[in-house]
């Protein structure tokens, strides 16, 4: 499911972008609407391939799993299709942080009247990445080998940038969404803030 949401909010950004590149006065950014359409449409693709790539993994690791267990080829097959089940998401999550930034460069760019949908694309990515995080980490609780402080290393430079993109990408949409009602403040009272870096 991490790969469809993040696919949806690849899908998002391009559509903001195509919608802005119809419309006048936009004329001067169609190059700059082009490229971040292109590239959305491309990682929507990508991410999409990821489903089926995704249930395709876990059935080779349920048909090691199922190995009888005096086989002395089963510990390796399980550990090699543990991996392969990592690197799907593993994969899903480090596409996030380019999908939000797509999303942030539309709504930086693109039509005002769609700003809350690149804001949606950008949430979108945000939860993919949260889920493909969580999917990699409950994966390598499996897995023994030296294979696993790489991909746990991967997935949790990934997964900072995510959240740090995410973070400053609903900011600006939120505070160009605010400025339009003459606030900059939320219905609780406080300015939007960039969270600082995780420890």
Known sequence: ????????????????????????????????????????????DQLLSAVDADTAAFDR?????RMPKDDPARDAAIANATVTATEVPLGVLECCPEVMELCREVARIGLQASLSDAGVGGQMARAAAAGAYQNVCINLANLADDRRASLLDRADKAWLESQQLH?????????????????RHSALGTTFRTPTPLS
């Open 1 to 44: 499911m991490s790969a469809l949401a993040a696919s949806m909010g690849a899908a998002l950004a391009a559509m903001v972008a195509v919608i802005s590149h119809t419309k006048k006065g936009f004329e001067s950014k169609h190059d700059k609407l082009d490229t971040i359409a292109i590239r959305a449409q491309r990682l929507k």
């Open 167 to 183: 973070a400053r990408a609903e900011e600006e949409i939120l505070t160009k969404l605010r400025d339009a009602l003459g606030t």
């Open 61 to 65: 690791l349920l048909e090691a799993i």
